[in-house]
């Protein structure tokens, strides 16, 4: 079946533009993670959704970072006013089950911002 | 808070040589630890995993071993091939949500 999918792949923003990140997880995923990754480094953990609650948002930079899950599937990350320091791959993952479990998070090929 | 240290790369290695990748965590409780792998031009995907002290993760010939005392997850592979190449990432998960990655290391196989 289809994997995870994020649009677009490969975004160009302007200093203080607003963008928004999709992600199409996998069919019947309860799981959800945004995941940042700056260049050479390893993903960091931005927010996680189970269904279409956030219970976690810790890793979210500053208030100018914001995601959703409104119907418990497809989810976005808007970032207002772009800053250069958001320069990286965002990373979305999802997994089959809920809560604390270690079930394997399938992740999307990712979206590459780059903000002049 | 919790954090991973894994070996930095690139390792460079010819073909049917002995891989080991080196990986210590720090973690409050008992975290479970993961190996992830990113093949050229493809996504992170899992390679194996361990949830508990002395578990072995394998998985396409890698191997870890989750080692409690002296807090470490080594990758190892007794015989390398070019398909290899990749970036390799350690990773824990602690009691919550959040999985912790380490830096990533470049393995470069040689034919």
């Known amino acids: 079946g289809a994997g995870v999918s994020q649009s677009p792949r490969y975004k160009v923003a302007k200093r203080g533009q607003d963008v928004a990140l999709r992600c199409d997880p996998i069919?019947?995923?309860?799981?959800l993670f945004w995941y940042q990754q700056a260049l050479g480094q390893g993903p960091e953990f931005l927010t996680y959704?189970?269904?279409?609650?956030?219970?976690?948002k810790s890793g979210l930079p500053s208030d100018r970072f914001f995601a959703e899950r409104p119907e418990g599937s497809v989810s976005t990350l808007k970032i207002q006013r772009t800053q250069q320091e958001d320069s990286a791959v965002y990373l979305c993952?999802?997994?089959?089950?809920?809560?604390?479990?270690?079930?394997?998070?399938?992740f999307g090929p990712g979206t590459r911002l780059t903000v002049l | 808070g919790d954090s991973v240290t894994q070996m930095e790369g690139p390792v460079t290695l010819s073909e049917e040589a002995f891989l080991t990748i080196n990986c210590t965590y720090t973690a409050t409780g008992y975290p479970s630890l993961f190996w992830y792998v990113q093949y050229p031009g493809e996504g992170l995907q899992l390679l194996l995993k361990?949830?508990?002290?002395?578990d072995k993760g394998s998985n396409k010939g890698f191997e870890a071993t989750y080692r409690k005392e002296t807090t470490s997850f080594h990758l190892e592979k007794g015989s390398v091939q070019v398909s290899d190449s990749a970036v390799y990432f350690c990773a824990l998960q602690g009691g919550g949500f959040k999985t912790i990655f380490g830096a990533g290391t470049r393995l470069f196989v040689k034919a």
């Open positions: 993952a999802s997994s089959l089950q809920g809560g604390r479990s270690t079930d394997t998070q399938y």
């Open positions: 959704f189970q269904n279409e609650a956030q219970l976690d």
């Open positions: 069919s019947g995923h309860v799981s």
């Open positions: 361990a949830t508990k002290a002395d």
